[in-house]
């Protein structure tokens, strides 16, 4: 298989994935629990990210692992300010800009040291309303910030991880 089918089969799943993974009601709760078990996800892999959840423009949990730095934090803002513009994955629009051949510098409109398209924030979707914000993971290669996200998602609202993983 070839990069340009790779990228088309984890596109449709991140399609799946932000269509599945909505929340009823998201609360500061449910921010801080969520925050927690991103944090056990992590140090069970044994790295070390940075984890920050808001709502659009209301931080509501931030943690850094010992092993992370400022940089994190950064890309943590820049991540999620993708996500704030496209209201999808960040790895997602990564993975569109590939398979188009393009990057963010050719969208002049934005910023590209405001603004990052590599994996690790996850659109946080009212069902029946829309886009309030984000989940964002930052330490770790794109790819793992995304799917701990996402496996942590699934555990929460109870849905099977292989229906929704991307393939290895």
């Excluded at 500061?28 to 069970?44: C, D, F, I, N, S």
């Excluded at 959840?53 to 890309?75: E, K, R």
């Excluded at 993975?95 to 996850?122: I, S, Y």
Aim: charged share 20%; net charge negative.
């Amino acid at each position: 298989m070839d990069a340009q089918n790779d990228h088309t089969d984890d596109l449709a799943r991140i399609a799946l994935q932000e269509d599945r993974l909505q929340f009823d009601t998201f609360t500061p709760e449910t921010a801080w629990q969520l925050g927690m078990r991103l944090k056990e996800a992590v140090e069970a892999s044994g790295k070390a990210a940075a984890i920050d959840i808001q709502l659009t423009g209301q931080p509501l949990f931030f943690f850094a692992m010992p092993g992370t730095t400022p940089d994190n934090v950064d890309w943590i803002r820049r991540k999620r300010n993708v996500v704030h513009r496209y209201h999808r994955s960040s790895y997602a629009i990564g993975l569109e800009l590939k398979q188009t051949q393009t990057t963010l510098h050719d969208r002049p409109w934005l910023n590209v040291q405001d603004h990052a398209a590599a994996g690790g924030c996850f659109p946080i979707r009212l069902r029946g309303t829309g886009f309030i914000g984000t989940i964002t993971i930052s330490g770790l290669p794109q790819r793992e910030d995304h799917s701990i996200v996402v496996a942590v998602l699934a555990d929460w609202f109870g849905l099977p991880l292989d229906n929704l993983a991307l393939n290895k």
